[in-house]
């Protein structure tokens, strides 16, 4: 799945996020959301720069509610940055390219 953005539910999100063997960055959205849809190519870029280092996925919210609610999103779109299983950071709304990279690398060291 890395280099590319993977869209995935709840019944697989433990197998490719929780137990990874590298750092996943979901991206939570829904299909009704303008700053989702601004913020996909975006992650798309960052999804290829970060080939090979780092998982990209999408949740969409609306067809994974209890997911949703589990992880406490409560305004998309929100980046969340994983690393062993854990959550390590979250990027909520649409941000310049470089900060999504600067808050990401951070996560990772």
Same mark, same amino acid.
Request: aromatic share 6%.
């Given at each position: 799945?890395?280099?590319?953005? #993977? !869209? ?5 999100? +433990?197998? !490719? ?9 979901? $991206? ?15 992650? $798309? ?5 970060? +080939?090979?280092?780092? #998982? ?5 919210? $609306?067809?994974?509610? !209890? ?18 299983? #854990? ?21 990772? #060291?």
């Amino acid at each position: 799945m890395t280099g590319a953005l #993977k !869209e995935i539910n709840s019944d697989v999100f +433990e197998k !490719e996020v929780l137990t990874s063997d590298v750092p996943v960055v979901v $991206d939570f959205w829904a299909e009704w959301c303008m700053p989702c849809k601004l913020l996909t190519p975006v992650v $798309d870029e960052l999804a290829r720069g970060y +080939e090979g280092k780092v #998982k990209f996925a999408k949740v969409n919210v $609306d067809n994974n509610t !209890e997911l949703a609610t589990n992880l406490q999103i409560l305004s998309i779109p929100v980046l969340i940055v994983f690393n062993k299983g #854990k959550e390590v950071t979250r990027i909520t709304g649409v941000n310049p390219k470089q900060e999504i990279e600067r808050e990401i690398n951070e996560a990772l #060291k």
